[in-house]
């Protein structure tokens, strides 16, 4: 089952404007990241903030997290055509005994970045 | 090599084949997963191995899906007798640390 959602499902904005995605989830964590996918490729790990951590900037990617509200938000600035793709939040925890750290996603955000 | 490579890239079967997709991971991860998206939703997790140990299947579907790695290098998701529902993308991951997975490109399954 899916952790969290993003919002927005979809997001169209002008080249050179600034993207700002939201991310919510559920259940108590360990990290929490964010992934950018390109229409029929694989997943790209983009950024990852520690449940400890606040803010944490790389390169144009800027990504807070609300540990109290459960909610964590990833700013794009000066968006580039190229930045066109869909961005899921993902967060790991440990599944109960097995070690696993496995990640849940949420449904995603598609932006369209138009030239 | 130097990423996660999955083959075939695009499987195509009919309704009551068997199927095997292949994970080649990144070499000395010690960890891999597996995790199934289906269109217009996010990867959602199907199994895990520590090296040849599979420690967690709990997202697996069915008992038709079984996954295997047995020198704790190569993986095999193989899903038997499938059904129409099976259609998604199967992406498999590796990690070195908790954390960062690095993901392969998947494998389009359609089922007719």
């Known amino acids: 089952s899916q952790q969290g959602e993003e919002d927005p499902q979809a997001l169209s904005i002008q080249e050179g404007e600034n993207a700002t995605m939201n991310c919510s989830y559920k259940?108590?964590?360990?990290?929490l990241q964010w992934y950018r996918q390109n229409s029929g490729r694989g997943l790209v790990h983009l950024i990852l903030?520690?449940?400890?951590?606040r803010e944490k900037h790389s390169g144009r990617l800027r990504v807070t997290l609300d540990t109290s509200k459960k909610s964590s938000s990833l700013l794009i600035t000066a968006s580039r055509a190229a930045d066109t793709a869909s961005y899921f939040c993902?967060?790991?925890?440990?599944?109960?005994?097995?070690?696993?750290?496995?990640?849940?996603f949420g449904k995603g955000t598609k932006l369209s970045v138009i030239p | 090599g130097a990423g996660v490579s999955q083959s075939p890239r695009y499987k195509v079967a009919k309704r009551g084949q068997d199927v095997a997709l292949r994970c080649d991971p990144i070499?000395?991860?010690?960890?891999l997963f597996w995790y199934q998206q289906a269109l217009g939703q996010g990867p959602e997790f199907l199994t895990y191995?520590?090296?040849?140990?599979?420690?967690?299947k709990s997202g697996l579907p069915s008992d038709r899906f079984f996954a295997e790695r047995p020198e704790g290098s190569v993986s095999t998701l193989k899903i038997q007798r499938t059904q129409q529902e099976d259609s998604a993308v199967y992406l498999c991951?590796?990690?070195?640390?908790?954390?960062?997975?690095?993901f392969g490109p998947g494998t389009r399954l359609t089922v007719l």
């Open positions: 991951a590796s990690s070195l640390v908790i954390g960062e997975q690095f």
């Open positions: 259940t108590s964590i360990n990290n």
């Open positions: 903030i520690r449940s400890n951590e």
């Open positions: 993902a967060t790991d925890a440990e599944s109960s005994g097995a070690g696993s750290y496995q990640l849940t």
């Open positions: 070499s000395g991860h010690v960890s």
């Open positions: 191995f520590q090296n040849e140990a599979q420690l967690d």
